[in-house]
């Protein structure tokens, strides 16, 4: 006879199928305590750079109890977003797979409010929060745990069947439910994230000094002009950047998303070196209507790409 608590557990793995996740895992909610120290060492290394944020609730990021009262239970969802198609002109300034479409802060959180209506409405009176980058949880950390993949060198999760090109999200709630546990590194001695780096950020196996990570440089940093030491060094990414899950051997397991909100916008594959180098501040609202590349702004667009191709 199957429990209560593994009943409600599989009817919510279930329903994440159903929503479009390919992967559901449990943790308890408890305290992070490996994590405490890494995190405060890498705060103090700054490697965080300019985001300031990352200094802020710092216990709160290790324990998802004080994020939401009584909780038990964090569920970890994993969404695909590996595209069809990329951008046609390899000399265009690239853009990062994750934004081609719909932000998918809204997305996943319209995924997981359905969830939570279905958990209230099939189990009962369960109270918690969805979490989408939006509140200092240590996504990986809790990925990790739930047996999502394991923490690569790149620090991505990478997800044995499915690579790593994947939003990861949490439903935080005071329901018990049956926890899953962590899944073998299976890195090995593979080194290619860590060589084709250009701007060196994965300073070693498992660290990310996130102040050299062009991600960081294009979408976090907010500085009129980008630092001079990474000139002709960002490999022409004017937001985001691909190459350490690009070169990952595990994402060769990638396999195109079936999300409909993910697709781009009609133009955006399709424009040349010229079109970017042209963009005006129409064309970029229309490409980026409902996009995450909207947090840069047009003038960070701009800056973003003068920098690449000067």
């Known amino acids: 006879m199957y429990s209560s608590v593994e009943k409600n557990t599989q009817r919510i793995k279930n329903k994440t199928k159903d929503l479009g996740f390919f992967f559901c895992g449990i943790s308890k909610a408890d305290f992070l305590e490996g994590e405490a120290a890494h995190l405060e060492s890498w705060l103090k290394r700054n490697y965080h750079g300019k985001m300031a944020y990352m200094e802020n609730h710092f216990d709160k990021r290790l324990d998802p109890r004080l994020l939401v009262d009584d909780a038990k239970t964090v569920v970890t969802v994993l969404l695909n977003y590996f595209p069809e198609n990329t951008q046609s002109d390899a000399k265009a300034p690239k853009l990062s797979k994750y934004a081609y479409g719909e932000d998918y802060h809204f997305v996943i959180k319209d995924k997981l409010n359905q969830l939570v209506a279905f958990i209230q409405k099939e189990i009962g009176d369960v109270a918690g929060r969805v979490f989408v980058d939006s509140a200092p949880v240590m996504d990986k950390a809790w990925a990790k745990n739930s047996g999502a993949g394991w923490l690569g060198k790149n620090t991505n999760i990478i997800h044995p069947k499915n690579g790593s090109f994947f939003f990861i999200a949490e439903l935080i709630i ?16 593979c080194t290619r994230c860590i060589d084709a780096c250009p701007t060196e950020a994965i300073v070693e196996p498992y660290i990310v000094d996130g102040s050299k990570c ?31 899950q690009d070169v990952c ?12 909100r993910f697709k781009p916008h009609d133009d955006l594959l399709h424009m040349t070196k010229n079109d970017w180098i042209e963009l005006t501040i129409e064309v970029f609202g229309d490409l980026f209507k ?15 790409i003068d920098f690449t191709l000067e």
């Open 174 to 189: 005071d329901l018990e439910l049956e926890p899953d546990g962590p899944i073998k590194d299976y890195c090995g001695s």
């Open 214 to 244: 062009i991600s960081y440089l294009t979408i976090e940093l907010k500085d009129a002009i980008l630092p001079q030491e990474f000139h002709g060094k960002m490999d022409n990414w004017m937001f985001g950047c691909d190459i350490c």
């Open 249 to 260: 051997p595990w994402n060769r397991f990638s396999k195109p998303n079936t999300e409909n």
């Open 290 to 304: 409902n996009s995450a590349v909207k947090r840069t702004k047009f003038d960070g667009l701009k800056r973003n």
